[in-house]
């Protein structure tokens, strides 16, 4: 069951964006956003604020990727680090297994990885060429 809804942040000040514009499309992505609402480390964050252009390998085309979360870390050494995050179920992080007959659902499974795969290939360099990081985020890491 996927759980939807507005997000309404206690510290204004750290998001970046127009907060009441937050929406979260499943509870690990709320989970998240409450961390980095309350999280002394992060120093602001946005939801959907970055855009990345990305080739789909289903129709060839260029299409705008909105990566979940923007976060600015502060780290031990006192530096800052821009993060891109994508929270994603575990289960989407890898290719589907091989199927004996091709169903519908695996034919669903393999559009889904083949178009993350684009996203998260088009992130990381995008990332990189900003010098930020991109990172995937599932359940595993949510869990409190």
């Known amino acids: 069951m996927a759980y939807k809804g507005k997000f309404k942040p206690k510290n204004l000040s ?5 907060p009441t514009k937050i ?3 499943s509870l690990w992505e709320r989970r998240f956003m409450i961390y980095c609402d309350n999280e002394e480390k992060i120093v602001s964050w946005g939801s959907e604020e970055v855009v990345v252009p990305y080739l789909s ?3 060839n085309r260029m299409h705008r990727y909105f990566v979940d979360f923007i976060v600015e870390v502060l780290q031990r050494d006192g530096r800052k680090k821009v993060k891109l995050i994508e929270v994603k179920p575990k289960k989407q992080c890898s290719p589907p297994k091989k199927q004996k007959r091709t169903t519908r659902r695996y034919i669903s499974e393999v559009k889904t990885w083949g178009v993350n795969s684009a996203k ?3 992130a ?6 900003k010098g930020w990081e991109f990172q995937i985020l599932t359940e595993k890491e949510l869990q409190p």
């Open 23 to 25: 929406v979260y499309r």
């Open 124 to 129: 990381t360099e995008f990332a990189e060429n």
């Open 57 to 59: 390998p289903i129709d």
């Open 14 to 18: 750290k998001y970046i964006g127009d």
């Open 120 to 122: 998260w290939k088009a």
